[in-house]
């Protein structure tokens, strides 16, 4: 049943895989990897599928072998080169842990920065991903998009960063100033504030 429950899930098959689990298969069920049914529907982004297993109790911060959750799946799919904010969402919704870190230290926001995925980066900023977090190499989401010159994601964090600010007297914004990374130049494309 395992092979035909994890198949039916890559698939999107949200009829077929609601009579799996009536006929008793378990909405938890992991493959030999430690992914779990959650992990698999959010790495494909099935939001129908998502939104059925965690009805059906799958837990929302089941980790794999590598300690990634169905949420960090979502981020960013390889093979159709995007992520799945609604995807992103639904498991926040759920109490997905957007803070959680795999190797290095790396957490949510900073994969979705890295990989350009402006409307993922939205998601988690709405959810209050925490945009001053480092990894173990001290390099924060900012960086990571500025590495790779995601000008819009750049963006996004830069004016998130500046209406979140609390104004200090005297002090006035002319602009963004990043941290250096060695063996890195990055010219940064920053929006001037509306206001």
């Given at each position: 049943?395992?092979?035909?429950?994890?198949?039916?899930?890559?698939?999107?098959?949200?009829?077929?895989?609601?009579?799996?689990?009536?006929?008793?298969?378990?909405?938890?069920?992991?493959?030999?990897?430690?992914?779990?049914?959650?992990?698999?529907?959010?790495?494909?982004?099935?939001?129908?599928?998502?939104?059925?297993?965690?009805?059906?109790?799958?837990?929302?911060?089941?980790?794999?072998?590598?300690?990634?959750?169905?949420?960090?799946?979502?981020?960013?799919?390889?093979?159709?080169?995007?992520?799945?904010?609604?995807?992103?969402?639904?498991l926040?919704?759920?109490?997905?842990d957007?803070?959680?870190?795999?190797?290095?230290?790396?957490?949510?926001?900073?994969?979705?920065?890295?990989?350009?995925?402006?409307?993922?980066v939205?998601?988690?900023?709405?959810?209050?991903?925490?945009?001053?977090?480092?990894?173990?190499?001290?390099?924060?989401?900012?960086?990571?998009?500025?590495?790779?010159?995601?000008?819009?994601?750049?963006?996004?964090?830069?004016?998130?960063?500046?209406?979140?600010?609390e104004?200090?007297?005297?002090?006035?914004?002319?602009?963004?100033?990043?941290?250096?990374?060695?063996?890195?130049?990055?010219?940064?494309?920053?929006?001037?504030?509306?206001?």
């Open positions: 049943m395992s092979t035909e429950l994890f198949n039916a899930v890559l698939a999107g098959d949200v009829a077929k895989v609601t009579g799996l689990l009536k006929s008793g298969a378990d909405c938890n069920t992991a493959n030999d990897e430690g992914a779990s049914l959650l992990m698999l529907a959010a790495g494909a982004g099935h939001l129908a599928m998502v939104d059925m297993l965690l009805m059906a109790g799958a837990k929302v911060d089941a980790t794999d072998a590598r300690g990634w959750t169905p949420l960090m799946k979502a981020l960013f799919n390889y093979e159709q080169n995007r992520g799945f904010p609604d995807v992103v969402s639904s926040i919704d759920a109490g997905a957007i803070e959680h870190q795999v190797s290095y230290g790396t957490r949510p926001l900073m994969i979705a920065a890295g990989y350009g995925e402006a409307a993922v939205d998601v988690l900023l709405a959810a209050g991903a925490d945009t001053g977090a480092m990894n173990e190499g001290g390099r924060t989401a900012r960086v990571m998009a500025e590495t790779k010159d995601y000008v819009e994601v750049v963006n996004q964090l830069h004016m998130h960063d500046l209406r979140n600010a104004p200090k007297r005297g002090a006035c914004s002319t602009g963004a100033v990043s941290k250096a990374v060695p063996g890195v130049n990055v010219v940064n494309f920053v929006r001037k504030p509306l206001h």
